[in-house]
């Protein structure tokens, strides 16, 4: 599966930003999404994850009540809305799929290139 993340950006505390990722090359339906972030200088960290079906999501504390993951498996594409963000959301995001698993806990098979997503204050 190849990954595209896009609609990162530059945005102020309180601001929405939808996050995209398109896959290509296998079955996307057949696959459970997630997303990552990684600040500068930090680990990488979990944001959120979705079953192949989407009937099942799964957040870090961190963002739960904030963000929203969703997926469209007829346009091949999962998402990531992100409302009240907050600058210590500044990451940039990746999104990954998995065949088996998903949730924080996965080594996920397949990962995007990422997109960077800047909240000032």
């Known amino acids: 599966v190849q990954l595209q993340a896009s609609g990162g950006g530059l945005v102020q505390a309180g601001d929405s930003l939808r996050l995209s990722c398109a896959a290509s090359?296998?079955?996307?339906?057949?696959?459970?999404m997630g997303w990552f972030r990684q600040a500068p200088g930090e680990e990488r960290e979990f944001v959120a994850a979705i079953t192949w079906s989407g009937v099942s999501t799964y957040y870090a504390d961190s963002v739960k009540g904030r963000f929203t993951i969703s997926r469209d498996n007829a346009k091949n594409t999962v998402y990531l809305q992100m409302n009240s963000l907050k600058p210590e959301d500044t990451a940039v995001y990746y999104c990954?799929?998995?065949?088996?698993?998903?949730?924080?806990?996965?080594?996920?098979?397949?990962w995007g290139q990422g997109t960077l997503v800047t909240v000032s204050s």
């Open positions: 990954a799929a998995d065949r088996l698993d998903y949730g924080p806990n996965v080594d996920y098979d397949y």
């Open positions: 090359g296998r079955t996307f339906s057949d696959y459970n």
